[in-house]
């Protein structure tokens, strides 16, 4: 699976977006990018995932560059509870065995008053 | 359905001590996944179970490691003759075995061995 790289923190203020970048300059054409967040003593949620088209849930949003060599997850409007670890992650689809997610050290984001 | 489960939530253990951990997937999951993560770092993948077979085992997955699902719903890892370097958060996740869909983490059980 293709590495990805993130800024180590970023801060936010709260009801303002939350822009958080990550490259993935080596990703392939079946890798998929994925995101999850971790809050303090939690295990990672997952958040979004996209192929080529941006993506929207309820969460977040998800934008891919049309070379797909970096995305961005976009929180419209952040809280206090966004504050948490962002892993962006690229993952080959439906490999079998090879399924497993492999974590960088992700992006804290800081969300203050 | 409330998730996956993970028992203990805290184990503190004498270092030679034997611990297991115990993780209950979402029912209908056939693939579980644990992983260790420790202080500052992001979570390592240690192995994979489809139904009840173990597909994939991570090189950090030494021989005093060893995982088990014996009917293809909850899963045991044990840790025999711990060490400190073993104190970390070890993560359960599960999740359908076709599709693009997110894996489900659980809060995980933080093992610390004095």
């Known amino acids: 699976d293709a590495k990805t790289t993130q800024p180590t923190s970023m801060d936010c203020a709260e009801g303002r977006a939350a822009n958080l970048p990550c490259n993935h300059s080596t990703i392939s054409g079946n890798e998929y990018v994925y995101w999850y967040r971790q809050i303090h003593s939690q295990g990672p949620q997952y958040i979004i995932h996209g192929l080529k088209n941006n993506e929207t849930n309820e969460m977040a949003s998800l934008i891919i560059t049309e070379d797909r060599k970096s995305s961005t997850l976009i929180l419209p409007h952040a809280t206090l509870r966004d504050t948490a670890v962002y892993y962006c992650?690229?993952?080959?689809?439906?490999?079998?065995?090879?399924?497993?997610?492999?974590f960088g050290t992700g992006t804290r984001l800081q969300v203050t008053l | 359905d409330t998730g996956v489960s993970q028992n203990p939530r805290h184990k503190i253990t004498k270092r030679g001590q034997n611990v297991t951990f115990r993780c209950d997937p979402i029912s209908e999951h056939n693939r579980l996944y644990w992983y260790r993560q420790t202080l500052g770092q992001g979570p390592e993948f240690l192995t994979y179970?489809?139904?009840?077979?173990?597909?994939?085992k991570s090189r950090l997955l030494s021989d005093r490691f060893s995982a088990e699902r014996p009917k293809g719903s909850f899963s045991t890892l044990e840790i025999q003759r711990t060490e400190q370097g073993d104190s970390a958060m070890y993560l359960c996740?599960?999740?359908?075995?076709?599709?693009?869909?997110?894996?489900?983490f659980g809060s995980g059980t933080r093992l610390t061995v004095v």
């Open positions: 992650i690229v993952r080959v689809a439906n490999t079998g065995t090879a399924s497993k997610l492999t």
């Open positions: 179970f489809q139904n009840e077979a173990q597909l994939e």
């Open positions: 996740a599960s999740r359908h075995g076709t599709g693009n869909y997110g894996y489900t």
